[in-house]
């Protein structure tokens, strides 16, 4: 998009002044943060992929938002630790954002820049690109959802290494004298199938503490400041608000130049007369 190929194409600028002074005039905290640094025409906003076609509308989020790609046992999972760390359930009460304007055009036909209303809390991760990329790549995530351990080398080897553990034991008591000594294959066959549901149980428990272990540290790589560097890395921001409003990719190149112009200051007559004359 360039800024001359809309001044070119003659296109309204009174939907864009309607859509930045309403901006200003309710998301002004938001645009303060995002402003706190000198922004140039080439920086990036807060992205959002949207089957929408307005020039600029007003969006709600919901508090009980059901995953797209992500089990909702896994959700829940991430929300409690998000919770702990940020009284916040990220996953379920946030819109999903990016600095990516690329990724967010994969979720929807056209992206909209995100403006949080009033208050406002945002958690990202320098390491997180996009959580559901990170989840659905390992099988463990499928394997605590279906209480199910799909590798059956694990399972075999876990068995192995019991039924070795048992007949050392068996080995350590035995009593040369005796004439009733016992081979390992023998062994095996005696005690395997005793143990098949033992060793499950444990593979099962240990794969619970390493999931839960895993989205707890993954959690605490989650940072709620520095949006400037949300932005940059292109890594999947979650804003969380009540309100929010959410402007057309067509506008991009007017919102990037009224910002690296005016920064946060308000448009008065003066500045939309300005902006009149792009």
């Not at 959002?48 to 989020?61: C, I, M, N, P």
């Not at 068995?159 to 390992?184: A, F, G, H, S, V």
């Amino acid at each position: 998009m360039r800024l001359q190929y809309y001044i070119n194409e003659g296109i309204d600028k009174g939907i864009f002044i309607e859509s930045l002074t309403l901006i200003y005039d309710k998301c002004y905290p938001f645009i303060k943060e995002l402003l706190q640094y000198k922004f140039k025409p080439n920086d990036d906003l807060l992205y959002s992929g949207r089957d929408k076609t307005a020039d600029y509308f007003k969006g709600r989020v919901r508090s009980d938002r059901k995953p797209r790609d992500i089990n909702e046992e896994i959700q829940e999972l991430f929300d409690k630790e998000f919770y702990k760390r940020f009284k916040v359930r990220f996953r379920s009460n946030s819109i999903f954002c990016t600095g990516d304007y690329e990724q967010a055009s994969s979720y929807g036909s056209n992206v909209y820049a995100i403006f949080p209303i009033g208050k406002y809390k945002y958690a990202w991760s320098p390491v997180v690109y996009d959580l559901f990329t990170d989840i659905v790549d390992n099988p463990k995530y499928d394997d605590y959802i279906n209480d199910d351990i799909s590798d059956p080398m694990a399972i075999d080897n876990a068995i192995d290494n019991k039924i070795d553990d048992m007949y050392n034991e068996y080995l350590r008591n035995y009593d040369q004298d005796e004439d009733d000594y016992i081979e390992y294959d023998d062994f095996k066959d005696e005690h395997i199938d005793a143990i098949i549901d033992e060793v499950t149980d444990e593979l099962l428990d240990n794969l619970k503490y390493e999931v839960e272990s895993e989205v707890s540290e993954i959690v605490d790589t989650y940072k709620d400041n520095k949006l400037k560097d949300a932005i940059i890395s292109h890594n999947e921001i979650m804003v969380n608000c009540k309100e929010y409003i959410g402007i057309h990719e067509q506008w991009f190149d007017y919102l990037k130049q009224y910002f690296s112009v005016y920064g946060n200051k308000k448009p008065t007559k003066e500045i939309i007369e300005d902006i009149r004359n792009w």
